[in-house]
């Protein structure tokens, strides 16, 4: 069974990127050697930060989007504590 994995990537500038791929060491490597023009091909090198599998490509761009739509806060705390980092804040 084929996984599917949402990622967020750190950027030089310290900003954040967020994407959805099927084979996550490929892309991070496409991310780092600009292989495509786009917003990290200016922003390198970039560092995988935060990855979470999904069973299916629609699951991933889902968790994709909403992850994008994140404040800068959030995604950051995702990035150091991933969800435990949640669940702490909730206990404060």
Not at 43 to 69: D, I, W
């Amino acid at each position: 069974m084929l996984d599917f994995y949402v990622y967020m990537l750190k950027c030089s500038d310290d900003s954040f990127y967020i994407g959805h791929t099927d084979n996550l060491e490929k892309r991070i490597a496409e991310h780092n050697i600009k292989k495509f023009c786009g917003y990290t091909s200016t922003r390198l090198p970039v560092k995988l930060v935060f990855m979470q599998t999904f069973p299916s490509r629609y699951e991933a761009l889902v968790a994709e989007r909403r992850l994008k739509k994140w404040t800068r806060r959030k995604k950051e705390i995702l990035a150091q504590s991933g969800w435990e980092g949640f669940e702490l804040l909730k206990q404060k």
